[in-house]
């Protein structure tokens, strides 16, 4: 196979890496798709969610595969998951990149490892982080709360901002000057775009290798951009360009950074917020994120996940 291999483990600056080689073909895969879990995570009483991939087994695949099976399942993201110590080690592949976090697939790991080891809360190591995630069986669903990676937050350039208000046809008048626009980490890189108005967030569109480029240019891995219903509950779509993929209908990464973001913003978060996305693509999701009074301290995320 003409294949090469993805960079090594990214580091803990939140970048991505693309799989620079060919893909192999379905029939040269050593693992099939049908060894897949197919989740929608963070779904609204049923419908809707996020779809991810999980692959369970005694030791991870190649990057290489896991990469080329990525890539041919076609969802936002896939997490591949081996016991190491008493925990598990996790990857995360989107159709055309390496993530350092993933949170709706962190999710729907989750409820794949509650249906095949039981109730609980597992330790999960990432490429530059340790985390953990619960899963609890609730008939056909499963509820499911991750505890992301430390967060941080810093005013985005005026480089940066002009470059994604361009992308997107936005002006600065667009957004909310409560929520100054900034690069967001909840153990991936994020830049936050909050707007004022909900009919600026329904109109978004860009063009997709624009975005790739910016997102690739500047180190992130998606764009967050909100609305603030109200001062606990927002409204949010996620482009994520960086993976080949236009838009996410639910993000836990992203959740994690907005909320991490609005603590550091001292905006009045509560200690908890609501998350409503995938709602304009018909793919209406709902996110929660708890958010602890420590300055840079894990975010809790969670939702609930269903089998497909």
């Keep these: 196979m003409d294949t090469q291999p993805v960079a090594d483990p990214v580091s803990a600056g939140g970048r991505h890496?693309?799989?620079h080689g060919c893909f192999p073909t379905a029939e040269e895969l050593p693992m099939?798709?049908?060894?897949?879990?197919?989740?929608?995570?963070?779904?609204?009483?049923g419908q809707g969610g996020n779809p991810a991939g999980v692959w369970l087994g005694d030791a991870l695949p190649p990057a290489a595969e896991m990469a080329s099976v990525a890539h041919e399942l076609g969802f936002s993201e896939t997490a591949f998951a081996a016991p190491e110590?008493?925990?598990?080690?996790?990857?995360?592949?989107?159709?055309?990149?390496?993530?350092?976090?993933?949170?709706?697939?962190?999710?729907?790991?989750?409820?794949?490892?509650?249906?095949?080891?039981?109730?609980?809360?597992?330790?999960?190591?990432?490429?530059?982080?340790?985390?953990?995630?619960?899963?609890?069986?609730?008939?056909?669903r499963v509820?499911?709360?991750?505890?992301?990676?430390?967060?941080r937050s810093n005013p985005a350039s005026k480089e940066l901002v002009d470059a994604a208000l361009a992308l997107f046809g936005y002006t600065h008048a667009d957004l909310d000057p409560r929520i100054p626009p900034a690069r967001a980490h909840g153990g991936a890189?994020?830049?936050?775009?909050?707007l004022a108005q909900r009919a600026s967030l329904r109109a978004m569109h860009y063009a997709l290798e624009a975005g790739r480029s910016l997102m690739r240019d500047h180190g992130l891995v998606t764009i967050v951009l909100a609305w603030a219903e109200h001062d606990r509950l927002f409204h949010v779509r996620n482009p994520f360009a960086s993976g080949g993929v236009y838009e996410d209908p639910a993000t836990g990464a992203g959740a994690a950074a907005l909320a991490g973001y609005l603590r550091d913003?001292?905006?009045?978060?509560?200690?908890?917020?609501e998350i409503v996305q995938g709602e304009d693509m018909g793919m209406r999701s709902r996110l929660t994120a708890e958010i602890g009074p420590e300055a840079g301290s894990s975010i809790r995320v969670s939702g609930t996940a269903r089998m497909m």
């Design 17 to 19: 890496y693309r799989y």
């Design 32 to 45: 099939k798709l049908n060894d897949i879990q197919r989740i929608a995570a963070f779904d609204d009483d």
């Design 85 to 140: 110590g008493e925990g598990w080690r996790v990857r995360y592949f989107s159709p055309e990149s390496e993530v350092p976090f993933c949170g709706h697939a962190t999710i729907a790991l989750g409820a794949a490892l509650a249906r095949v080891h039981g109730d609980g809360r597992y330790a999960l190591v990432l490429n530059a982080a340790a985390i953990t995630v619960e899963g609890r069986r609730d008939g056909e």
């Design 143 to 151: 509820q499911a709360a991750l505890q992301s990676p430390p967060t």
């Design 189 to 194: 890189d994020h830049l936050v775009l909050a």
């Design 265 to 273: 913003l001292g905006w009045p978060h509560g200690g908890r917020i």
